[in-house]
């Protein structure tokens, strides 16, 4: 039987508050499987774009990543966020190793052709170097990967974290018996956003059908629920959408089911 690995994607107001980043970082520590963390950061790279007065271009909450753009993100993502979690994890006795996707040629990408949008520096995944992860994990290390991919001729590209946490799944799925966890600040998928007591426990591809349709799940939970089908399709085990204080708990959150 293959052995777990455990796939945590973090962002949102859980990078951006102090105290919720250590409640979460604390409790993966603790995790006993192998583990990867994954991170966005996209609030604080727009927070600093403005203070150096550089404009934040969005469409439909996407960001568009031109050059200037593209320098503050690795600044804030492999920096700041990166450097900032790995050190915490290992005050909480991990053995964390920050990477993005260029450090050991590990994500391989492509720039994503402009169509009705030209999104800029921003990549499509092609290929994970399970090879270099699984030495990574095996020594006992922790990779925590932030939302930087490159595309093998030297241009790092911005990538979207629930992507890459998604793809880091499906290219290990084959090797480990994974389960992916997106944590955010919210109890899981909401059927109420003003009710905490909503949580829808389960969705499938029917019920997922009817909650778009009824716009109960809409906007940027969209491309964060397909990336877990397709992970799903792909050989992973599970994946939850849940709470950050309630990343070791089973019985939590919204599970993606087939």
């Known amino acids: 039987m293959p052995d ?3 796939i945590a994607k973090i962002g949102g107001k859980v990078i951006d508050e102090a105290e919720k980043l ?3 970082l604390k409790d993966f520590a603790d995790i006993p499987d192998f583990k990867i963390l994954v991170h966005g950061g996209g609030k604080k790279a727009s927070k600093l774009m403005k203070q150096l ?4 271009k969005m469409i439909n909450g ?3 990543t ?3 753009s593209l320098e503050i993100v690795q600044m804030v993502y492999a920096g700041l966020i990166n450097k900032n979690i790995v050190a915490e994890l290992q005050a909480n006795h991990c053995a964390a190793i920050g990477l993005s996707g260029a450090d050991g040629d590990t994500i391989l990408s492509h720039k994503r052709p402009p169509a009705e949008v030209d999104f800029g520096f921003v990549g499509d995944i092609d290929s994970i170097n399970t090879e270099v992860i699984i030495k990574i994990l095996k020594n006992g290390f922790i990779p925590v990967f932030c939302a930087l991919t490159h595309d093998g001729k030297g241009q790092m590209l911005n990538t979207n974290a629930d992507t890459v946490a998604a793809e880091l799944g499906r290219a290990l ?3 480990y018996e994974v389960d992916i966890i997106y944590c955010f600040e919210m109890q899981g998928v909401m059927q109420d956003i003003n009710d905490p007591n909503s949580v829808i426990t389960y969705i499938n591809q029917e019920k997922y059908a009817e909650l778009k349709a009824e716009n109960i799940i809409s906007d940027g ?3 964060k629920i397909d990336n877990a089908f397709a992970a799903l399709d792909k050989g ?6 849940k709470h950050y204080s309630a990343i070791t708990q089973k019985e939590s959150g919204t599970r993606i089911t087939k």
């Open 4 to 6: 777990k690995l455990i």
């Open 22 to 24: 250590s409640v979460i």
């Open 53 to 56: 007065n550089i404009p934040v």
């Open 62 to 64: 996407r960001r568009i």
């Open 66 to 68: 031109d050059a200037s």
């Open 173 to 175: 799925s084959s090797h």
């Open 221 to 223: 939970m969209i491309p």
């Open 236 to 241: 992973v085990q599970n994946v939850f959408i």
